[in-house]
């Protein structure tokens, strides 16, 4: 059953055949026939409820629309929907698990949605060319737990990792704490197979050394669902290391943990992963999980360093005196794999250790270079304070990348102005400081409207020429990243149909 | 949605203040074959430049090294000998290919070869967090951003890499930079399978092979090293050499797995594990794959619709 079959049957829709609808549009009726006849009923979709649930994603957008829905299994289905697509001249919006936090999943302008779900196969495993053959919906966390006794893993490890997808993650250019030292998706995929909105497959990219052309497999990736649909993905097969090494040191100020970051890079160290937690979350997930964080420690950093034996303990050893240099109250070393796992298992948890707290969180992502953290930090408890909110840290330490979460209760009146407001002073603090807009989550349509901050008119006027080279008439996932104004941000040409069809 | 109107105060990434940059702009200008020079090390590769091009130099100079930040910012006519002996001052380096004096940080960049460590250092493609160039409409464009990790909008670096200056002049990057390790050592056996060698040591950053004979660089802790070299000498007679043999001049592009089966020059230095070969002879020509061309055209037409950019040059043709 796939994630997404699961989520269905939990919330008890049962999904109708759109093969029996009529939707009182003949224009739309006409796609859903054409495209009932290109994959067959029982994966075409158009009944209410599963509309609505595919109108979100994981982020506290609102706004979306689905039109119909399909499921197809192979590159060719994918190509005939697109076909279809292309002749009603609509939208289409690829979709992995749903789990993206910045709206690049809401189907705007009742767009066909085109789930990946049920293309979850890991198709080849090359040890050859250390490399594995996958379909995008393969679940991030099964690919691993599939390499893991062939002694290898998929790098990335976006904290959704148990739900996210290999195709979510190349549209996004998925990160997670690991990609300190490994890179991000970027750096773990050689090849991709994708369909472009007018039918047409493509390889990207390839497994030789260095593929001709432009790198059009690196355009591709994180460009969120905007250029085609990948159907085939070719991932790096990273040995898993013999030594790891896990420390969690506790400090008195998160200003302390930050510069510890700092100092350690400094220090020619590049750990697999840096994580800071500030001492309301590390309430919250030791409350939550009991991962034996200490709850009276200001900040928590959660460091990890793997390799062989010798230069692991080297170099754990080395944190651990860095960190008592930087003011550290305490430093402990994870004696046995089960203490490791554990703490880990609280920083990815830190999420849902929050439910306990409010009901409703916004969890902002922005990257500031590394020497500005505790800087960018401490205007971020202030911005939160002055907006009346609770705002808690939880980020990639070592990557710079600050993941603010806000907490709140959306049925209390104007909040979700407060929270909006925050977020865009958050923004602000972090351009300012010489950072980006996004270090993971994308841009979706959450962040559109800043592109304008970072990016001159030239700039984005560039993005959206790489945007028409590979979709000329703008029709994959319409209305995303760029700001409005730019051809391929105008989803006007789709609202033309009148709006009541679409409910 | 999100707040429509943001604050508009000027961003460090928005804001071009070396006017090194707005002269180099102003000389590659808007109309006429162009081509940026830099130490002619790969000037031949994808096809000669036209004989009517305009020939300019691009800016050099390091704008900013931050080796806490693990980054720096560089004019791309900058020597990558010249960079990597800064970095160096501070223990790091960055993936760039050092394969002349003349090399420039641009060069190596629009070219996009990798360097003979890539197994350690890293792929150059993925070492370029930031770009600025010049478009064909004489305006300086930006991409990226300035820190490690970012996925704020298309991916625009990833596209200048290799493309041989064809879309864009290339003006300054930033560049992510890497600690050099404490140990760097090459070995050389000849009866050691070098295929084996992936399945023996962990990180290799090298692992070449030519006649008959395995060639092995290793870096890290000293006693990692040691460790290593202990296994090494399980599946080959290893001796210390002063450094990777001698590379033949083409350059070859193929997979890990054709290594295996490689049937070409006698002369020719494998790279396993990457597949990359070089060798006396020339690779048999490639082609773009099925509808690679179609977007490559587009790609080009939407960069430099008058085709000044680079005129002769084909990334597609190397």
Redesign the interface.
Known sequence: MSIYERFKSAVGLAGESAATLTTGDPALDAVIADLVEALDADRVRYDGAERALLARDASIYGGGVAGPICFPTTTAEVQAVMRVAEKHRRGIVPRGAGTGLAGGAIPLGAPIVVSVNKMNKIVEVDLDNRIAWVEPGVINLDLTKHLTPMGFHFAPDPSSQQVCTIGGNVANNSGGPHCLAYGVTNAHVVAIEIVLPSGEIVMLGGLDAEPLGFDLRGAFIGSEGTLGIATRVAVVLTPNAPAVRTLLLSFDSVQAAANTVSAVIAAGIVPAAMEVMDQKITIAVENYVGAGYPKDAAAVLLAEVDGLESGADIDADRIASIGREQGATNVRLAETENERALLWKGRKTAFGAIAQIKPDYYLHDTVVPRAELANVLEKVYDIADRHDLLVMNVFHAGDGNLHPLLLFDAREEGVIERVHAAGAEILRASLDAGGVLSGEHGIGVEKQQYMESMFSPDDLEHQNRLRRAFDPTCRANPGKVLPMGHSCADIQALKRVPTGVWG | ????S????I????RIDDPVLHEFAADVGSEGPIAVVGGRTRWDLGGAADDDVRLVTSPSGIVAY??????VQVRTGTTVAELHAALAER??RTALAERSTASTVGGALAV???DVHVLGR??V??ALLQVRYV?AEG?????G????????????P??M???LGT??LLAEVILRT???PAVSVWLTSPDCDPFAVLDTV??PSAVLFTQGRTWVQLE??G??ID??RARLDAIGAFTETEGEPPLPMH?W??????L?TFDGPADSVL?I????VWSSEPQSP???????????S??KR??DPTGRLNPGRN??A?
């Open positions: 949605m999100a707040d429509p943001p604050n508009t105060a961003a460090p990434t928005l931050t080796p806490d930040e693990m980054t223990n790091q996009g070869e990798n890293g792929r493609r993925t478009s305006r300086l464009v930006t991409g951003g300035p820190t490690v990790k970012n996925v704020s909008g298309f991916d625009l990833r596209l890499v290799g493309s879309l864009g890497n600690p050099i962990r990180s890290g802790h006693p990692d460790h290593e350059r592009s193929l997979s890990p797995a054709d295996r790279s594990g990457v597949g990359t490639r082609r773009l794959a099925g509808s690679n061309a179609l977007i490559a587009r790609l939407e960069f990334p597609a190397r």
